[in-house]
Every structure is written in structure tokens, then in C-alpha cells.
């Protein structure tokens, strides 16, 4: 059978991943609810394992009301010889002791890590109850208990009384015990057995739904003399129709809590084909036609449940009992309305038009008619099915099979030159005025803003609605996005006008602005700089975009690209980094390049292909710290060089015989790390200087001043200060007392500061 869809109030989720099954289902929400038995933090709840004894007197004591703070402060020392005072049940297993539901065993112990079992966890909570339990006549110690469990309603007798418990049992006994009244005499009936409680630690309100307001979020029991409402953050479990067996929990005097306890294979919905009496056959008078699940059905009903002849094509949900037959039904104008999560089409001879709202997907019939709003207060104007997206609020009048006769769909976003009256607190465009509400979101360059008057006047705006047709959000200025893909690129042709360079990013076309700011793999593009295909398979990094439009403003793009050893290589495809790509056709790479010393980048396209492949040896620059040639019995045992403060083993010591403490050098390496060849640099250019100072300039250039005030030389970007001894300096440190070595690359610039004496 179909759940209720469009008919009752949304229902959670499930807060627990594996109960929706379980037959203890109802007692186990409720008690998740309330906190006194719930879930594992991993979202399940799992039913069918055993309880210990500690688990058990935590859930005992939060059943009968006490709580938490309670708990912690009888922490501590227990009177049982087997329980240290730091276990963490101390608290629960002395309070409920100091209640006289629970105790040891003979020999001084609680065995806390033992499985509660069944006549055990009855046995709290009977005396609980403060029910008088005479003594055993059968030599059972629990028997009893459990005929005052029976009694109360507890136990059923359909568990095992030596049984270990298992946690959806204890959560039916835990559930029965919280919901039934202690009397004005302190047991749970009173001598003459009347039920009229005084105390219920849970306060279930149970029945079936005489009525059900879903605009309001009110509902009725039957029996019940006026509605209650549901609150808007209540937790609602299951389908809530009209009919249904329900549990509610008030709080603040509005239901928090609610669950439907009629199954959804009791609930059916569907469209009404005929009414009462369909036929002249004898014991069709409580009989109707209707479509379900796209079926033509028929439906018994119970006395006094009517469907008539004015009611078909119209939509109907009713409750089933265990027989089959019709206890309750509401029927509603066949229309539905939600927001589309998705539009298909299928051609042919199957050829067919499709809305999906929710999980419920709806077919248009062949002469439907379709109108569009452009916004909530827009008029309605003719449309096609193209022109409905996800996201649209749609209204959808459905004929008697089922389809969709008629389609009214609202655009809840619009791009507007717009009108700010500050005044009025008000947006007008389009003939439309919009109330600025307290919840409605300002935006300017995507910055949030306060205040209306921080909007300009008859500029472009994205206005956002809800589906009640409320301003929620009003957006204006640059816009900011990251982490997309280029499908492609069109290229800038001057003339009169110019002609804008495009990219295509997920389907759509934007300008990129010839004052745009571009920086392209690393560098600085001019945007009347780019050519078709230019950008083809880039990521975008970041990109700024006028609100409202498709105008570029700043892009930052870089190639996909893949660096490293090529570990494996099989027909057209790579493994690089443990991960395969695919060559595409026309690529090439070494033929021995999964045992070369190259490392080689790849460059991919969308799809995660490799369209372009270049290689080359893997070098690493910095300052020497250290080079040690280690040799045994006059020979060479191995190499190392030191370079900005990572270590690298040397293939052959000659690479390193030239190299010295200081120089700028470039090392080659292999693919297991060692260096292959070292290429130094470098010179100490001024030796024994006094140290000036250092001077930034405007243009950001910094210089060093050595000997006097006049002589100078220019700092790399990346230039660094060391003590003689290599240990790092912070330029702070230096003093004009210091006496230094300059070192210089080819271009005459520092790059390291030396500092001999202090």
C-alpha cells in the first residue's frame, strides 16, 4: 500500500537505523524520547542485545523519574563488595537501592557485569509500583512478581522468565511500567481496583484521529473536546491521517512527541473511481472502485464510512483494519502541490512527461495545460514543460487516473533591477511589491547586511521566496564560487562591439569581462588574451561573478593535473600516486617509464583522462647545510647532503664533491630520493662586512646595507639569515654590531645572510 504522501504532517526519520522493523517499535521511540533508553551513537539502537545488571538500574531509576543530577551525587562507595566506587553505575545502582527496587546477592556481591534477566527486571519494576508481592508458594522466588507484572499489564507471559533480557524487552517493560498510574494509596490500583491513577511517569495520551488540520498543525482524538496543537519542532513518527491509532507526548501544553501507531500496510491511498453500490450485484453496497499504485481496486468498507458519487476523481487516504476493510477515510480535491525534485521525458511510442515532488513521481496527461509565475505575486502565464525546474513550486490538479491535468508552477528565485522603498520596508519590481520581513537575509557582495538602505536602487538583485511566497533572501553585487570544471572556452574577438571571451561551466555560459582579472596556472592572463579552448578541463579555484548574471569578474584557474612516478604501465594506462588513468588516444608516454627516474605530470580532462603527458627528472634547490662523505677502509660508504633542513642520500659521492656549506644548489634526484647530480651556486660575495641594516622599499624590493650607508645589495624574496654555525636567524636579531658574509646567486642578489661575529 502507499503511504499517506501529501496528505498528513511530514514524519521524521527514524532516529535509530534499525527498529523500523522491530515489534517493540513504539515503546523504544518513546523511551528515546524521553532519555531514559537510547540509541548508540553510531544511530542504532540494537534491540537484541543482552542488558547487564548496571545498564538495567540506570534505565530503572530514569524510569521511575529521578535524574542524572540525582544520580552523580550518590557517586561513589556501594555496599557491595564487588563494585569499586569509580564504576561508572554507582550512582544509579545506590539510588535505586536507597528505593528498595533493587538489591545484591547473598554473598555481598551486585555482579554488575552479569545479564539482567526477565523475572529480575519485572521484579524492580513490581515493586516499583509499591505493589504488596506475597511470598512464593512453588519454590520460585519471581513467580509472584510475575502475576502482579500480568497484573498491571506488564508482562504478557510471552518471555522466558530465566531469560536474559534483551534491550527491546526491556524497553515493552520499561514503557508499560512508565505509563501506568500509581494511586492516591501508593500501589498501582487501589483496594476496590479502581483506576483513577494520580501519578504516570510518562504521560502518553493514546486514541485514534477523529480530525486533523494539517495547515494549522492541529489534530483531535476521538472522544476529545478540542484540538491540540503539534508543535513546529515536534517529533512525528509515521503517517498522521485521519483514522490512525496515535501516541502523543505534551509538552508546554503542545504535542513534542507523536507516533503513528497503525502500520503503513493499514494505510491506503489512492484515487476515488466510483462511488458506494458500483454495481447492481448484490453485497456491492459496501463496495468501491479506486485506483491504487496505478491499479484499478476494490475496496470493502466498514458501516458508516461513505464514498459517494461526487466524490470520484477526487483523492482519498484511508485507514484499513486487520480484515481489510475501510474503518476511516478522508477524501481531498484531487490536487498536490511541493517542490520538483526532478522533470523527465520520454520519447517515442512510450512517450511520456514526468514531475517528481518528494518520492512520488506524476505523469502529465497528453493535453495537460502548464502556467508559469515568474514569482509568487506574478501573474500566471502560459508555459511549456521546459520551463519547469527543480527547485519550482508546483500545483498539480490530477485527473481521475491519476495524471496530471493541469500544472501551475512558481519560480521562488527571479533576477530583478529593483526598487528599495526604506520607508515602507519594502522591494518592488515587476509591478510586484515584497514586504522586507525581520528573517529576511540582505546581501551585498555576498557580505550580509543589516539594513534595507544598504540595497541600491535599480540594480540587479537575486530575490529568493519560500513557498508560502515570503522574501527570505535578496542578493546583490559579486558573487564568489569555487571548485568547479571548464567544459569549454570561446575566445575574445575585438571590434565594435567586441566580442567577450565564454566559459562553460555545468551546462551554462558566462562572459568573462575584457578588465576581468585572470590569473591561469599561477600566472596573470589578460582575458582579450584567450583563445578557444584555452581553458578546456580546468579547475577553477575561485571565481567572482556579478550577482544576477553572467558576467566574470576575477578568475583563478589551474590544468587538473597528476604529478609523480609512474609505478606500473599496462596498454594505455598509468598508475601514478597507487591511482590508474587512462591515456587518451593520441597521448603518449616513455615506453620505460614505470622504471625511469622521471617524473612526469599528467594532465587531465573532466572525465578523469590523461590529454597531455610531459616528464622530467625530479630536482630540489635550497642552502647546504651539511654535506658528510663516510668512508671505511679508504673507500666510500655512503653520502649525504643536507639542503634546508632535509637530509637526501647521495647516489655517488663525486655528485657532492664540489659542494660546500652555504652554496645554492640544485640536486637531481631518482625515484627512490637519492641524488643523482648537484649543480651548486652561489658565491660569499662580501665577506667580513659590518652589518648596516635592511631598507624595504615601495615596490616591496628589500636591501641589505653592509659597511656604510652607502653600499647596498638586494635581497631574493626568500632570502634567509644564519648564525655562522647554520643554525636559522630571525632578521629581528640582527644588530648593528654584527659582522656578515653576503652570499649571492647569479644575479648578483642575496640570498643568505651569514652573520661570523656579535
Excluded at 440 to 456: A, G, H, I
Excluded at 562 to 573: A, D, I, L, M, N
Amino acid at each position: 500500500m502507499l503511504a499517506a504522501t501529501g496528505t498528513g504532517m511530514a514524519a521524521s526519520p527514524l532516529p535509530l537505523s534499525d527498529i523500523a522493523q522491530n515489534a517493540h517499535k513504539s515503546a523504544i521511540l518513546k523511551l528515546n524520547y524521553a532519555g531514559v533508553l537510547k540509541g548508540y551513537t553510531d544511530g542504532t539502537f540494537r534491540p537484541d542485545r543482552e542488558v547487564t545488571r548496571a545498564e538495567f538500574a540506570k534505565i530503572a531509576v530514569m524510569a521511575m523519574g529521578f535524574t542524572e543530577e540525582q544520580a552523580n551525587m550518590l557517586k561513589g562507595k556501594t555496599a557491595f563488595k564487588d563494585l569499586p566506587a569509580d564504576h561508572w553505575a554507582t550512582g544509579y545502582i545506590n539510588l535505586a537501592v536507597s528505593q528498595g527496587i533493587i538489591k545484591g546477592y547473598p554473598d555481598g556481591t551486585f555482579k554488575p557485569n552479569n545479564n539482567v534477566k526477565v523475572a529480575e527486571a519485572l521484579t524492580v519494576y513490581v515493586q516499583g509500583l509499591k505493589i504488596s508481592v506475597p511470598a512464593s508458594t512453588n519454590g520460585q522466588w519471581y513467580h509472584p512478581y510475575l502475576l502482579e507484572a500480568n497484573k498491571a499489564g506488564l508482562y504478557d507471559a510471552k518471555e522466558t522468565p530465566t531469560v536474559a533480557a534483551k534491550r527491546d524487552v526491556v524497553a515493552k517493560y520499561t514503557d508499560a511500567f512508565m505509563e501506568t498510574p500509581v494511586y492516591a494509596s501508593g500501589a498501582y490500583y487501589d483496594k476496590d481496583g479502581n483506576a483513577d491513577g494520580t501519578i504516570q511517569k510518562l504521560p502518553v495520551v493514546k486514541g485514534a484521529v477523529a480530525s486533523y488540520d494539517k495547515a494549522g498543525s492541529k489534530l483531535k482524538l476521538a472522544g476529545q473536546k478540542s484540538e491540540v496543537v503539534i508543535a513546529d519542532n515536534a517529533q512525528v513518527y509515521g503517517n498522521l491521517i485521519v483514522g490512525a491509532q496515535v501516541e502523543y507526548i505534551l509538552k508546554n501544553g503542545k504535542i513534542a512527541f507523536l507516533n503513528v501507531v497503525t502500520a503503513d500496510a493499514n494505510i491506503v491511498q489512492g484515487i476515488v473511481k466510483t462511488g458506494l453500490n458500483f454495481t447492481t450485484a448484490v453485497g456491492d453496497e459496501k463496495k468501491f472502485r479506486a485506483l491504487v499504485n496505478g491499479k484499478e481496486v476494490i475496496l470493502d468498507v466498514e458501516t458508516g464510512v461513505s464514498v459517494t458519487r461526487s466524490d470520484i476523481g477526487k483523492k482519498f487516504v484511508a485507514v484499513m483494519d486487520e480484515d481489510g476493510k475501510i474503518i476511516s477515510i478522508t477524501i481531498t480535491d484531487n490536487a498536490v502541490s511541493g517542490l520538483v525534485k526532478k522533470t523527465s521525458t520520454v520519447s517515442g511510442t512510450k512517450a511520456k512527461k514526468e514531475i517528481e515532488l518528494d518520492d512520488q513521481t506524476y505523469q502529465l496527461a497528453t493535453d495537460a495545460s502548464i502556467k508559469v509565475k515568474a514569482h509568487p505575486q506574478a501573474k500566471a502565464a502560459t508555459g511549456s514543460f521546459a520551463d519547469i525546474e527543480r527547485g519550482d513550486l508546483v500545483e498539480l490538479t490530477l485527473d481521475v487516473d491519476g495524471k496530471v491535468s493541469a500544472v501551475t508552477a512558481t519560480k521562488l528565485s527571479t533576477t530583478q533591477s529593483i526598487e528599495v522603498d526604506t520607508n515602507d520596508n519594502t522591494i518592488r519590481f515587476d509591478g510586484a511589491e515584497y514586504d522586507v520581513l525581520q528573517d529576511t537575509k540582505l546581501y551585498v557582495d555576498e557580505e550580509r547586511v543589516d539594513e534595507l538602505d544598504e540595497l541600491s536602487d535599480d540594480q540587479v538583485a537575486v530575490l529568493t521566496f519560500d513557498e508560502d511566497g515570503n522574501l527570505i533572501k535578496v542578493e546583490q553585487g559579486v558573487g564568489v564560487s569555487a571548485g568547479k570544471l571548464v567544459d569549454g572556452t570561446t575566445a575574445y574577438a575585438a571590434g565594435t562591439p567586441a566580442k567577450l571571451a565564454t566559459i562553460k561551466v555545468d551546462g551554462k555560459t558566462y562572459d568573462i569581462l575584457a578588465n576581468a582579472k585572470l590569473t591561469i596556472d599561477g600566472s596573470s592572463v589578460s582575458a582579450t588574451s584567450i583563445k578557444a579552448d584555452q581553458l578546456n578541463d580546468y579547475r577553477i579555484i575561485s571565481w567572482k561573478y556579478n550577482l544576477g548574471t553572467n558576467d566574470i569578474v576575477e578568475l583563478t584557474a589551474e590544468k587538473q593535473t597528476v604529478k609523480g612516478y609512474v609505478t606500473e604501465k599496462s596498454g594505455r594506462t598509468v598508475t601514478v600516486n597507487g591511482k590508474e588513468y587512462v591515456l587518451l588516444s593520441g597521448v603518449t608516454i616513455d615506453a620505460n617509464a614505470a622504471t625511469n627516474d622521471k617524473e612526469y605530470t599528467l594532465v587531465l580532462n573532466n572525465d578523469g583522462k590523461v590529454k597531455a603527458v610531459t616528464g622530467a627528472a625530479k630536482t630540489v634547490s635550497g642552502i647546504v647545510e651539511s654535506v658528510e662523505v663516510r668512508k671505511e677502509n679508504g673507500s666510500v660508504a655512503s653520502a649525504e647532503i643536507v639542503v634546508d633542513g632535509k637530509s637526501y642520500d647521495v647516489l655517488e659521492a663525486d655528485a657532492v664533491d664540489e659542494v660546500d656549506q652555504f652554496e645554492w644548489v640544485t640536486l637531481t634526484l631518482n625515484r627512490d630520493g637519492e641524488v643523482t647530480k648537484a649543480v651548486a651556486q652561489g658565491k660569499a660575495s662580501v665577506e667580513g662586512a659590518a652589518y648596516i641594516g635592511i631598507e624595504s622599499r615601495v615596490n616591496g624590493d628589500r636591501y641589505v646595507f653592509h659597511t656604510n650607508v652607502s653600499t647596498s645589495l638586494k635581497l631574493t624574496k626568500d632570502a634567509k639569515i644564519k648564525y655562522y654555525d647554520g643554525s636559522e636567524m630571525e632578521e629581528s636579531q640582527l644588530k648593528s654590531t654584527d659582522e656578515i658574509d653576503l652570499w649571492t646567486n647569479a644575479e648578483g642578489q642575496v640570498y643568505l645572510i651569514v652573520v661570523n661575529k656579535r
